[in-house]
């Protein structure tokens, strides 16, 4: 059972524009939530995170926008450069446990 | 860079065969999770270790073992490997007790033949 739902699969949005990845859980108990970005040949890398006490979360061209009630969030990407291209990845825990990944998006930015 | 190193990066094993992947972990943390990523799938928990001791396990046969060392570094062992073992192997290093933040390694490709 998964229970982290990612969409979508791939994604490709011109240079400058706003890309945006949504995800959504299933556990109640879940009350933290980051985004990695993964390169090819890498590991995944910590973007941003947020815990459920606010809902929006804002670092540089990256926010995550969180909707307790709907048990859903998303990345928002603003002025997508060629070089956020990769795959990013939403995952949850309950506390300071296990990650729960979603399946991945995969982001092309094209000039 | 995270300060989260693994060896080997890449390695080819037969079914069958044993292997031993290791990880060291970012200064000042004392917990490290493994994971399991296929291609084109998200990392998949397979334990976690804390004071040396495993501290959690995801849905992993047996043959998936571990270790950590005083130093906090820790090992995974892979028993009698099979095709689906292929992937790539994660380390992630995190301080229990502190933040939730967890930082991962470069991996170490694995391919089973």
């Known amino acids: 059972q998964q229970q982290v739902k990612q969409s979508p699969q791939s994604l490709i949005v011109q240079k400058g524009g706003i890309s945006i990845i949504n995800c959504a859980y299933e556990n109640t108990a879940f009350d933290y939530f980051p985004w990695y970005q993964q390169f090819p040949g890498k590991g995944p890398a910590l973007l941003i995170a947020i815990r459920p006490d606010v809902s929006e979360k804002k670092e540089g061209r990256f926010t995550i926008s969180f909707n307790k009630s709907a048990k859903q969030f998303s990345l928002h990407i603003m002025d997508s450069q060629p070089g956020d291209s990769a795959t990013y990845f939403c995952a949850a825990s309950p506390g300071n446990t296990p990650l729960v990944f979603g399946k991945g998006t995969r982001l092309s930015v094209i000039a | 860079e995270t300060g989260v190193t693994q060896s080997p990066t890449h390695l080819i094993k037969t079914r069958g065969q044993q292997v031993t992947l290791r990880c060291s972990s970012q200064s000042g943390h004392n917990t490290v999770s493994w994971y399991q990523q296929a291609l084109g799938q998200g990392p998949q928990f397979i334990f976690q270790?804390?004071?040396?001791?495993?501290?959690g396990r995801g849905n992993f046969p047996p043959r998936f073992s571990g270790l950590q060392f005083p130093n906090y570094s820790s090992e995974l062992n892979v028993n009698a490997l099979e095709l689906d073992d292929s992937a790539l192997y994660l380390c992630a290093s995190s301080f229990l007790g502190g933040s939730y933040e967890q930082y991962f390694g470069p991996g170490t490709r694995l391919t089973v033949t």
């Open positions: 270790y804390y004071r040396e001791e495993e501290n």
